[in-house]
Structures are given as structure tokens and as C-alpha cells.
């Protein structure tokens, strides 16, 4: 099945560690994006990526970090710098033009902040 | 910068009625996309419908249509015949046409479907 893949579905994270999320996609496309949403809001890009080997912050990329080293695949490390990290975060593809652009999205994954 | 804007945080429709949900934007652009998603409590973000802003006829989806006004920058969503499934949060959402552009979201509005 063609789709993004999120793992893991739910993740605790004590203070002062890093974490990371997994985002894979078969989709064959090329840009790749990180939502983060908070409870009762909507949704706030973290970073996105056009191409492989490169990327470009959103809207609250404090404290986040990301990598694009392969096309299928765009994790995101949540430092320790993130104050406030709990929250669900969900990936998003989409083709980079054409009339198919649609931004399709992942199951999300919880962090908790144990 | 781009902002989407839903007035509505909360809405409510019987089943088997009409509800329209309502958007407005800001932008610049005159090349851009909009959609509206659906999110379900089981928080997955499901496309409901897609508009290009270069089209002046309003997209349908089944039950679902829009009422695209460009000038006015508005982008409501009419769901007709109202079903429980239909109950979750529905998000806005604004896309430029250009090339990886990001989506901009509103903050959403809760639809509850009542017997």
C-alpha cells in the first residue's frame, strides 16, 4: 500500500532527552513536512523539505531538528531545547508542482513529556 | 504573510441536515489552492475537498461542496445530508501554487451531528 508511516504511534520523553520520529513515505514525493498540533488548535509547520539535502524552517522550528538524506525519509529529533514538547506531531508529502499537489498526511504520533 | 481564518470553533447540525461550515483568507496571490480537511478523533487528517483558486466553479465532493468567492476571499463548506460519521474537527486551509509551498491551516471548527 502506497502511504506515510509514522512510528512510533506514542512516545514519552523524560527532560533533558532528545527523541526522534520517524517519517517514511513510498509516495514518490518529493517534499516532506512536520506538523506539529497542540490540544484544541491547529496545526503549526515545525520544517519542510523540497528536495533531498535540503530544508527550510517553519513556523516554530526552535528546538527541533530535522534530516533529508533520503527522499522516502524525514525524521524529526525533538531536543532538549523544545520547552514545551507535548503535543501530536504529523508528517505530511506531496508532489513539489503540478496540478496533483495535494498535501497528504500521516497517523501522527503523541509525545509526552513524562 | 498568508492567515486562514475560521469564526467557527464549534457547530452543530441534525442528522440529515445541512451545515456550512465557513473560511475566510488572506493572501496576495492570485495562483493558489485551498482544502478543507477533516480530523476524526482518531486525529488522522483526511482531505475532504481541493479548490484551485484559477477555477471558477465550485468543487463537489458527494455530500460535500464548497462556495468559493475570490474576490471576497471566502471559502465556505456546505455538508448536505448530514451523517454521525461527519462529526470530527474540520480545518482550512490555504496552499500557494508555487513550488513546496507549505499549507496554512485555520484553528478549525468542531462539527457534532445530533439524532
Known amino acids: 500500500d502506497g502511504g506515510i508511516t509514522q512510528s512510533p504511534k506514542y512516545l514519552f520523553r523524560k527532560e533533558g532527552q532528545n527523541v526522534t520520529l520517524s517519517c517514511e513515505q513510498n509516495l514518490n514525493h518529493d517534499a516532506m513536512y512536520w506538523y506539529r498540533q497542540d490540544p484544541g488548535q491547529g496545526l503549526r509547520l515545525i520544517y519542510y523539505s523540497q528536495i533531498v539535502n535540503d530544508f527550510q524552517k517553519g513556523d516554530i522550528a526552535e528546538g527541533y531538528s530535522v534530516s533529508r538524506e533520503k527522499k522516502e525519509s524525514f525524521p524529526l529529533t525533538v531536543t532538549s531545547a523544545q520547552k514545551n514538547p507535548t503535543a501530536f506531531y504529523l508528517c505530511?508529502?506531496?508532489?513539489?508542482?503540478?496540478?496533483?499537489?495535494?498535501?497528504?498526511f500521516g497517523e501522527g504520533s503523541w509525545l509526552t513529556v513524562v | 504573510a498568508q492567515t486562514v481564518t475560521q469564526s467557527q470553533p464549534e457547530m452543530s447540525v441534525q442528522e440529515a441536515e445541512t451545515v456550512t461550515l465557513s473560511c475566510t483568507y488572506d493572501t496576495s496571490e492570485s495562483d493558489y489552492y485551498l482544502f478543507w480537511y477533516k480530523q476524526p478523533p482518531s486525529r488522522q487528517m483526511i482531505l475532504v475537498i481541493r479548490?484551485?483558486?484559477?477555477?471558477?466553479q465550485n468543487a463537489t465532493e458527494n455530500r460535500f461542496s464548497v462556495n468559493f468567492q475570490k474576490a471576497a476571499k471566502s471559502f465556505s463548506l456546505k455538508i448536505s445530508d448530514s451523517q454521525l460519521g461527519d462529526a470530527a474537527m474540520y480545518f482550512c486551509a490555504y496552499r500557494f501554487a508555487g513550488t513546496a509551498s507549505k499549507l496554512t491551516f485555520g484553528t478549525g471548527t468542531r462539527l457534532q451531528v445530533t439524532l
Open positions: 479548490q484551485e483558486a484559477y477555477k471558477q
Open positions: 505530511a508529502s506531496s508532489r513539489n508542482s503540478g496540478t496533483t499537489n495535494t498535501i497528504y
